[in-house]
Nanobody
């Protein structure tokens, strides 16, 4: 069994910063791509950023230059540094990872429980 546990969300003023963390734990053999998605009220879940096991990154156009994704493979943890936050960044942020376990060599898609980020004055 694998768990993805997020932390770091909260309320911040426009122009402020937050750092999200997501730690994977359990019977993990390997983690491939890790990423962050967000879902605003009444909208579909969208990719924010993702990072490969080798460190290659992709970002949504709306966050380029403001957000930075990184990971610590030794800790099975992915981070999202969010700077210059805007009200439109308000959403629930979900961690995502492609994981293979000691019980199965196949990778499957796993999600965290979500953490709320609210940008408001």
């Amino acid at each position: 069994q694998v768990q993805l546990v997020e932390s770091g969300g909260g309320l911040v003023q426009p122009g402020g910063s937050l750092r999200l963390s997501c730690a994977a734990s359990g019977s993990i053999f390997s983690i491939s791509t890790m990423g962050w998605y967000h879902q605003a009220t009444g909208k579909e879940r969208e990719l924010v950023a993702r990072i490969s096991s080798g460190g290659s990154t992709n970002y949504a156009d709306s966050v380029k230059g403001r957000f930075t994704i990184s990971r610590d493979n030794a800790k099975n943890t992915v981070y999202l540094q969010m700077n210059t936050l805007k009200p439109e960044d308000t959403a629930v942020y979900y961690c995502n990872a492609l994981i293979s376990t000691y019980y199965s060599g196949d990778y499957y898609n796993d999600w965290g429980q979500g953490t709320q980020v609210t940008v408001s004055s």
